[in-house]
């Protein structure tokens, strides 16, 4: 057998592992054979062959020393072979699934026995049969790693850096003990670049790629890297940390993409304001994803001069939230009129009103550049003055009086004139203002309980101080009725009038009563709903000498000192006086004629 046997490979095999098994009991035989069984060793190697006798001879002869070109581009192929064997005879083959691999690798029994490719340490192993059913554990089996040279793995690598099974089994090694530096990067490039690898582990290749580069601050290659990501490809958990690298890299571009596609949550406001600022400035359009980006810098405090101007053009939110806006827009002196303009449209239409949007009207005001929005949200605030009850800062109606004066505005005419009948000091202007308002009011037949206020600022109409004003305020599409009835204190009976209540104002109702000394005035009002008439206030009015005061000189007035001294029995008195009554009137008469 020693110079020119003619057996089988296998049968060299067995023969040969026979020998290295029994060299310490035949050590002659050994020696004997030592150079036949080497080279016969590395011609399978060659061959690519692998059996548990011919591993037999691999593992005696092979070392790191004496791993040429040739050992190392053919090794690798049989490095990792594993027997499985099952002598059930309804299973027909063997799956193995790497999970670092796109595809199963599916090996058929022969003999029940098979040979297949374990490269990492967590590969699956399914036993199937005929229909192609699978199992994983209900059926035994036994796995043999066949050739245990793992230890020249790295020297194969170093002479044979393009093997796929060696590049796998290297990989495995780096994920395991977590070793990503200088010497196991270029491992890491190459199982990325390889086709067959699955995307969720050319993923986290790439991850830990990018944190390599980040970490040991080579620049070109972590731009080269980023520049090349698809977001579509990114883990989420991994989106985050991309963008950073962005951010730090300044591929605002690239980072822009990413935050576009999948949103800003958990990003540092400073790093999205560093990303987004000149995208910012070149943004001339509304976008709704950029106006909520814009909102969410802006709302952290961490906003530029950029954000600030695309959120005054296009944000529209809370009104709270718009008026901060526009306070720090003023803060940077940037043109808010734009902003101005949404935020007062959007109050005339809710109706709602925070104490800080005055200073936005009157920002607004000074410039006036919507007429009919100017108007439309005065009109609001005056009409909840007058029939709300509303209260107005005194700098808004100063607003209401120079716009009166200039442009016709009945609500703000009529909460001007209610303001100030409330004031105690009028300049002369103001005085003139009221005096001439009020008595166009009073000649369309407009008459506001609050005139009265104004007795002993100016002249009053004269009826006005003679009569007492009941005011209503219901809805202008009711109609609205006074029922009511005047008696004395002596006389507490009598039949109700009823009257309708004018609406004299967006559903201001007034009704005027002249009442004398001693006279109570009892009513109650009644509007008609869809429900039918319904009730809704009752109340009395007594009358007494202060409410004679305000109409001294009057005829009224004298009427009621003559009723006073009949009820005193001052006999002398009253005849007096009704002597200067009848006389008053009779001269009256003589002076004037009605036209």
Known sequence: FMYDNHL????????????????????GTYESYQEIIENFAFKQIEAGRISENLAICYEQFLNEENITDEIADKLPNIMFAHEVRCANPDIVGVYVRHRELKT????????????????????????????????????????????????????????????????LYMYDKIEHFRQVNADTVDVLKRVYELDIVSEFQKRKIFSALLRYYFDNFEGDLLDEALESIDWEDVNPGDRQQYIEYC???????????????????????????????????????????????????????????????????????????????????????????????????????????????????YSFYEHDSNRKLT????????????????????????????????????PCLIAVLKYFSECKELTTDKINFADYNLNKLYSQGKIFPFFKDYYGKFPLPIHILDEHYVEYIADPKYEV?????????????????????????????????????DEILKYYITEMRPEGEVETLRSSVHFDETMDNERAGSRFHNINMMLIAKEMNDDETLIEMMTDYATERENVKKMFKLL
Not at 266 to 278: F, T, W
């Open 104 to 167: 199963e690798q599916f090996v058929p029994l022969v003999n029940g026995r098979a040979v297949v490719q374990i490269f990492t340490e967590n590969a699956r192993i399914f036993l199937a049969d005929a229909l192609d059913n699978r199992y994983a554990m209900s059926i035994d089996y036994t796995l043999n790693k066949l050739l245990h040279l793992d230890h020249i793995a790295e020297k194969c690598y170093e002479k044979n850096k393009t093997n796929v099974l060696l590049l």
């Open 481 to 517: 009725k006074i029922h009511y009835l005047i008696t004395s204190v002596k006389q507490d009976e009598g039949e109700y009038i009823t009257e309708e209540m004018p609406d004299i104002f967006e559903g201001i109702r007034v009704k005027d009563f002249v009442m004398f000394q």
């Open 247 to 361: 951010a730090v890299r300044h591929c605002y571009k690239k980072a822009m993409d990413g935050i576009m596609s999948f949103g800003y949550e958990d990003i540092d406001a400073k790093r999205l304001l560093q990303i987004s600022s000149d995208f910012f400035a070149q943004q001339k359009n509304e976008d709704s994803f950029m106006i909520k980006l814009a909102w969410h810098i802006f709302k952290s405090g961490k906003f530029d001069e950029n954000v600030l101007k695309y959120i005054c053009m296009f944000y529209n939110g809370s009104l709270a939230s718009m008026v901060k806006i526009w306070k720090a827009a003023i803060g940077f002196n940037i043109d808010a009129k734009n902003l101005e303009e949404r935020i007062i449209a959007q109050m005339v239409f809710t109706e709602e009103i925070i104490p800080e949007s005055y200073s936005v009207f």
């Open 8 to 27: 089988s490979v296998s049968k060299k095999a067995l023969l040969y592992s026979y020998i290295i098994k029994n060299r310490e009991n035949d050590p």
């Open 375 to 410: 108007s439309a949200f005065m009109k609001m605030l005056a009409y909840r003055y007058l029939v709300k009850n509303f209260k107005l800062p005194e700098k808004l109606f100063d607003c209401f009086y120079q716009e009166v004066r200039k442009h016709e505005n009945l």
